[in-house]
Nanobody, 121 residues
Framework: QVQLVESGGGLVQPGGSLRLSCAVSGIMFRIDDMGWYRQAPGKQRELVAAIARSGSINYADSLKGRFTISRDNVKNTIYLQMSSLKPEDTAVYYC???????????????WGQGTQVTVSS
């Protein structure tokens, strides 16, 4: 079993910063691509940023310059540094990872339960 656990969400004032973490736990697996998604009330889930094992990164165009994604392959953890937060950034942020089982080479997409980020005065 592979689990993704997000942390770091909470309430922050406009212009503030938060750092989200997503730790992947389990045995005998390798993580390929990972990413952060978010879903605001009444909206569809959208990609925030994605990072491959190689380090290649894709950001949503509207978030470039404010959000930074990174990963630690040793700790099996990815991070999302968010700055200059706006009320419209309020959403549940989800971590996603493509997991490859090293015993079978089978790949599956796994999701965390999400962490709430609320930007408000």
């Amino acid at each position: 079993q592979v689990q993704l656990v997000e942390s770091g969400g909470g309430l922050v004032q406009p212009g503030g910063s938060l750092r989200l973490s997503c730790a992947v736990s389990g045995i005998m697996f390798r993580i390929d691509d990972m990413g952060w998604y978010r879903q605001a009330p009444g909206k569809q889930r959208e990609l925030v940023a994605a990072i491959a094992r190689s380090g290649s990164i894709n950001y949503a165009d509207s978030l470039k310059g404010r959000f930074t994604i990174s990963r630690d392959n040793v700790k099996n953890t990815i991070y999302l540094q968010m700055s200059s937060l706006k009320p419209e950034d309020t959403a549940v942020y989800y971590c996603n990872a493509r997991i490859v089982r090293i015993t079978t080479f089978q790949a599956t997409d796994c999701w965390g339960q999400g962490t709430q980020v609320t930007v408000s005065s």
